[in-house]
């Protein structure tokens, strides 16, 4: 039986296929077979760390610790080359953010391997903003405090495995192939979060544009010399908050699931995620003030937020965006399906597609952001400007409609009126004069630009600039808003076509977001005023966009010129300047008579389609092993003319959860529940469990065990 999203693709083919009326450009040599610009590798690798006591990034609340695991993370890397043999690495990670630390890491041990083949400036990796992944693997603390410090494990298993999957991609290049892009627009899947600040921007802006969100859809489809397709790389712009910050268990959100169903398309229905040749990204945009929950925001009793400030009775706590779903599982689920159908209607749509043509160019540069002078050109003010030192203000505390804060602050507060906090602030650094005239006017928090010895942000970030014919990739180390991201695109755009960059075919500009380091947050001028969130969390001051514009355009006119520009000064090196507050995993322990893999629950005799089946194992600590590309568990069907059994489903599929509890001091139950679709052969089934545990609290190693259920049926 297929499945429902099964059904829903053939619909959406079949209505491609009816709809095509003619070709914009020839995709065939005049011998048939299909033009060949690029060569084309790509690649996918586990990424998942710690799924159990680890904080989990994005929210930055402490309360939020991972308790088990419902999709697995994927870092996707694809790898191109263009006819004169230069080369540009594009990765998406089911990540929060990339870090610096990260990104410094990964071209060391590609540089290791291949060379200087790999570079800062040709490798671009960007983060999906799930924020439903493990944090502590970034080197600056900020980013670290909420989950007790830097997590070694998880930096590993993030760094490994996206090593792992530009390898991957770098060994199956192709001889020959082409790039077709296709675009669109998609509705119900994304609102403006602050839509009270976007309209401060000016009405003739505002005007240009249909909404207050960016609804375009880009689409890129990748085949070899022959004309298969190796994969696809979707890039839209929505935050990865369907899974909001009750969540627990560790997964890739929307974006995530959108892909695993893209790679399920195209690889078949019986291909378990992160196998089979084609490989499927949904990269990040500028989605700083986007939000996937479109139902918006509303009060506990079913009323609408006060708009300005997003409070109830005065209070954030109580003003939460949700949908379009029933709960956020579901909401998941509708948002990434429909991102999915999107890109399976432009992936098809091959004759109304433009096909890339030209040669591969980047370019990178490292800038200091705490100190840059502005051009008049660039600033809103039309007068000299310049960034500041790092700094939040008050609304930073207040959270988002996709995940509130707490303490009585709210957004949109530019005062400091607040001697509590005000006193508080200064513990971290005490604001100079200077400093709060030039985050003016930001009531500043945290200014984390002057904590001692080392800032606890970056201060050097990562611009960088990438072209594969006409389309512009601008990779971004931050979260750009709508209108800011729009500013930067136009910027970027017309830098490049006033220096000789071929107006025909007309450039495509891309911002790739949350992209080779992370520095928060990037609003407009006009937002910047207001102070709801994404402007407290502006972290360079007023002039930060204006600033990257700048920055930017020196980087597309050398760009377009075909010239280098100086490095600019590195960044830090803050590897071995790390703290880590968690507690260790010293041993675990089971009951007498129920060794690891015991089963305490065991399953139904049988089940119906719409089940859930809910099993419980006596396990041991996740952290001992992160089971990185394996799996914690397997549904497997007992195949009756072999006598065999078969793995239908791993814990990397939507339709398995596997929640970690501790029990009494030491001891662990794991609990696997299987919800039963449609597209499920009727037989005889099994679950089992794996994973390794800690005996002695003196030494390291660890033991692998596992269990299995008994058997039952699906009806």
Not at 85 to 113: A, Y
Not at 454 to 471: E, K, R
Not at 544 to 557: F, N
Not at 560 to 574: E, F, H, Q, S, Y
């Amino acid at each position: 039986m297929k499945s429902i999203y099964s059904l829903l693709v053939c619909i959406v083919v079949l209505g491609v296929f009816h709809s095509v009326q003619s070709a914009r450009v020839p995709f065939f040599n005049k011998g048939g077979a299909p033009l060949s610009n690029y060569q084309i590798g790509t690649g996918i690798y586990d990424v998942t760390g710690p799924t159990a006591e680890e904080g989990m990034m994005g929210y930055a609340m402490p309360q939020q610790i991972a308790h088990g695991l419902h999709l697995r993370l994927w870092a996707r890397a694809f790898v191109f080359i263009d006819t004169l043999g230069t080369r540009f690495v594009f990765v998406s990670m089911d990540l929060c953010m990339t870090f610096q630390g990260v990104k410094i890491e990964v071209v060391q041990r590609l540089q290791s391997l291949y060379g200087n083949l790999y570079t800062q400036d040709n490798v671009m990796l960007s983060g999906t903003h799930t924020h439903s992944g493990p944090g502590g693997f970034s080197w600056y603390a900020l980013y670290d405090i909420t989950t007790l410090g830097f997590n070694e494990q998880n930096f590993e298993a993030v760094v490994n495995g996206i090593v792992q999957a530009i390898t991957r991609a770098h060994n199956s290049v192709s001889k020959g192939g082409q790039i077709l892009l296709n675009k669109d627009w998609l509705d119900n899947s994304n609102i403006n979060r602050s839509p009270t600040s976007y309209l401060y921007n000016p009405p003739a802006e505002r005007a240009q544009y249909l909404w207050d969100v960016d609804k375009n859809i880009t689409v890129l489809r990748l085949e070899d010399e022959t004309g298969t397709p190796l994969g696809s790389i979707t890039w839209f712009a929505v935050h990865c908050t369907s899974m909001n910050n009750t969540n627990e268990l560790i997964s890739s959100d929307h974006k995530g699931y959108a892909a695993i169903l893209m790679e399920r398309y195209k690889n078949g229905n019986n291909t378990l995620p992160g196998q089979g040749p084609f490989v499927a990204a949904f990269g990040q945009s500028n989605e700083g003030d986007v939000s996937p929950n479109t139902a918006g925001p509303h009060c506990p009793d079913g009323t609408p937020c006060e708009a300005a400030d997003s409070t109830c009775n005065g209070k954030t706590e109580g003003c939460i965006a949700s949908g379009p779903g029933k709960n956020m599982f579901e909401s998941t689920k509708i948002i990434g399906t429909n991102q999915f159908l999107k890109t399976v209607s432009l992936f098809e749509d091959t004759q109304n597609a433009i096909n890339l043509q030209g040669p591969i160019k980047y370019i990178h540069a490292w800038v200091n952001m705490t100190n840059l002078s502005v051009s008049a050109n660039f600033t809103t003010t039309g007068k000299p400007g310049t960034t500041c030192p790092p700094a939040f203000g008050y609304s930073f505390a207040a959270g988002t409609t996709d995940g509130p804060g707490a303490f009585d602050f709210y957004q949109g507060d530019n005062k400091t009126s607040n001697p509590f906090w005000n006193f508080i602030s200064t513990f971290i650094a005490k604001p100079t004069p200077q400093q709060i005239a030039c985050q003016a006017p930001k009531p500043i928090l945290l200014d984390v630009g002057l904590t001692k010895p080392i800032p606890w942000v970056p201060d050097v970030v990562p611009i960088q600039i990438a072209t594969i014919g006409q389309l512009v990739l601008i990779a971004v180390p931050g979260e750009f808003t709508t209108m800011a991201g729009r500013r930067l695109r136009n910027t970027v755009k017309q830098a490049l076509l006033a220096n000789g960059f071929p107006s025909q075919p007309d450039p495509i500009p891309i911002i790739v977001g949350l992209a080779n380091t992370y520095s928060s947050y990037i609003a407009t001028y006009e937002e910047y005023q207001v102070q709801r969130y994404e402007a407290a969390s502006t972290m360079y001051g007023p002039h930060t966009l204006s600033g990257y514009q700048q920055e930017y355009t020196r980087i597309a006119v050398a760009l377009a010129k075909g010239l280098t520009v100086p490095p600019g000064p590195p960044p830090r090196n803050l590897s071995d300047q790390q703290f880590n507050f968690m507690p260790p995993m010293l041993a675990d322990v089971h009951p007498l008579g129920k060794p690891y893999g015991s089963v305490i629950e065991n399953p139904k005799a049988s089940y119906n389609v719409g089940d859930v089946v809910s099993v419980v194992f006596q396990g041991a600590n996740p952290r001992n092993n992160l089971m990185t590309g394996s799996t914690f568990l397997t549904v497997e069907r007992f195949n009756l003319s072999s006598n065999t059994w078969s793995v239908v489903l791993t814990d990397a599929n939507w339709e398995t959860r596997m929640y970690w509890e501790r029990v009494e001091v030491a001891e662990s139950h794991i609990t696997i529940t299987w919800e039963i679709t449609s597209d499920i052969s009727p037989g005889t089934y099994r679950i089992r469990h794996f994973g390794y545990s800690k005996n002695n609290p003196l030494f390291d190693e660890t033991t692998p065990y596992e269990g299995a259920t008994g058997k039952f049926t699906v009806n």
